[in-house]
C-alpha cells in the first residue's frame, strides 16, 4: 500500500521538476496540489491514530467481564470499581482494594467509594474511616 508520506514525496519532486520549465501557472498548480496532498496524508493519519486507539479500546472492552457484583479483566482477580468503570462509557478502569479491607470493604482510590461484601456501596471512604 502506497504511504502517505511517499505521495508527498512524489508531488514534491515534481514541483522541483516543475520549476526548471519557468512555467508558472504549471508550477502555481502544482505547488496547490502539493498542498492538497500534505492536507490529505494527515487527515489519513489522523484516522488511523483515532482507528487505532478504537480497536484498542474495542479489544480492552472484550477482555472485561462482569461477574456479580464486580467487573474484571481476564486472568486478573482483582475487581474494577463499578462506579468508575460505568460512568466513563468503560474507559475508566480503576481496580478496587485487594484484598478487601478487615472491614470486608473493598475502596476505589479514584472515587473513594466504598463497597461492602455483596458490592453494595456503602459511602465515602475516608482515611479515618
Ligand atoms: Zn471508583
Known sequence: ????????????????????????????????????????????LDLYTENQNLKQKLELRAKMHFRNPYWYEDGDEVPFCRKCYESSKQELRIHLSHP??????????????????????????????
Do not use: H
Open 1 to 44: 500500500m502506497l504511504g502517505p508520506m511517499q505521495a508527498v514525496q512524489g508531488v514534491k519532486e515534481i514541483a522541483e521538476l516543475v520549476k526548471k520549465y519557468n512555467d508558472v501557472p504549471l508550477y502555481e498548480k502544482i505547488v496547490a496540489l502539493q498542498g492538497q496532498v500534505v492536507e490529505i496524508a494527515t487527515e489519513r
Open 100 to 129: 478487601p479491607q478487615r472491614t470486608g470493604r473493598r475502596v476505589c482510590i479514584n472515587c473513594s467509594s466504598a463497597f461492602n461484601d455483596d458490592g453494595i456501596e456503602v459511602g465515602i471512604w475516608s482515611y479515618s474511616s
